[in-house]
């Protein structure tokens, strides 16, 4: 006769090989959803590049009822195609995101659920050169103290305070959290420091 704890021990192990082989299963089928995922992508990159490489769209149309996306499905390829197009140096939109295109400002439409467009020869999209000839005074927070140091050494722009290093304004005298909110301040402009 079989002790009932003995039993219970193997029939607690036989259900965990069960749990265990199903996720398994679902580990292979999301590789494999991934996989196909990455294919499309792929696929569809190459064909709007083929037609238009300097100006990129996929609509809801397009992904969720042509190609029968699911909303994590799609989620995914818009994740992966933004990867793959900023990499290439394409500006990328998504949401509700103004962007200017051909000398026009506009906003990304609802049925439109990523634009992209390859910046210009100079690398510079319209808004940023935009900024890049403001004075440094619009950014109020740094100290009137701080905004005389910068000035004394000839960066009255933020163009020209995007040709420093974080080194640059240490020696300045700027401490590290002060740096780091003028660096988040200009990437939200789309701006950023010297490497």
């Known amino acids: 006769m079989v002790c009932p704890a003995f039993f219970f021990a193997n029939f607690a192990e036989v259900k965990d090989k069960k749990r265990i082989l199903w996720y398994d299963k679902i580990e292979i089928f999301v590789r494999r959803c991934n996989k196909l995922i990455k294919e499309l992508c792929t696929r569809l990159l190459d064909n709007k590049i083929a037609e238009n490489e300097n100006f990129i769209r996929f609509t809801f149309y397009e992904l ?19 990867t793959y197009l900023e990499n290439k140096g394409y500006e990328v939109y998504i949401g509700n995101a103004r962007y200017s295109y051909n000398n026009a400002n506009q906003n990304v439409q609802p049925n439109e659920l990523l634009i992209a467009f390859k910046n210009n020869k100079w690398g510079w999209t319209m808004f940023e050169a935009k900024y890049e000839k403001q004075n440094i005074d619009r950014f109020a927070f740094i100290s009137e103290d701080k905004l005389n140091t910068l000035k004394n050494n000839k960066i ?32 939200l402009l789309g701006l950023g420091f010297k490497d």
């Open 156 to 187: 009255k722009t933020l163009g020209q305070l995007c040709k420093n290093t974080r080194t640059d304004l240490k020696s300045y005298g700027f401490e590290n959290f002060e740096i780091n909110k003028i660096d988040i301040e200009l990437q």
């Open 64 to 82: 969720r009822v042509k190609n029968n996306l699911s909303e994590n499905e799609t989620e995914e390829f818009l994740r992966l195609c933004m």
